[in-house]
């Protein structure tokens, strides 16, 4: 078993991964932007899209700038929900800002990387860089899906 040091390093790492890289991260046009998301308390932004067909959320890209936290979780975000019936995304999104608040008690095998975003539970003020994009993504899928 790694020692709880041994796993904040961890968790550090799998955070600045997705923040340089940032998966689904794509220059959006204005005009497909379908919501504007803005966390006043750090100055994180992100702009979405996505698209639902036949039930599923086939895609979600997103630009913007903020924290490594606000892109990190934004990135674990699009690579969770993308591929997922929409009911099931809804779930994933519920669950992780329910953890996030603490709410709910996660099962750490079940987030994947998002997992190591659970650290900033300990930061009252940085739980809104980590929800920002869910709640995006929330909003847009309610925008789009029937
Ligand atoms: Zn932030």
Not at 97 to 115: I, T
Request: hydrophobic share 40%; with cysteine; net charge negative.
């Amino acid at each position: 078993m790694s020692s709880n040091a041994d796993m904040d390093e961890l968790y550090q790492e799998i955070i600045l991964d997705h923040f340089k890289n940032p998966r689904h991260f794509s220059e959006l046009n204005d005009d497909e932007v379908l919501v504007d998301e803005y966390n006043p308390t750090c100055g994180d932004q992100i702009r979405m899209t996505a698209v639902v067909a036949d039930g599923v959320v086939k895609d979600i890209r997103y630009d913007g700038h903020g924290c490594a936290i606000s892109m990190a979780s934004a990135s674990m975000m699009a690579e969770a929900v993308v591929g997922k019936p929409v009911d099931e995304a809804r779930q994933i999104i519920a669950d992780f800002v329910a953890v996030m608040r603490g709410e709910k008690d996660s099962d750490l095998a079940e987030l994947g990387d998002m997992a190591s975003l659970e650290g900033v539970r300990r930061y009252p003020l940085r739980i809104k860089c980590a929800t920002m994009s869910w709640h995006a993504i929330s909003k847009a899928i309610d925008k789009i899906a029937t």
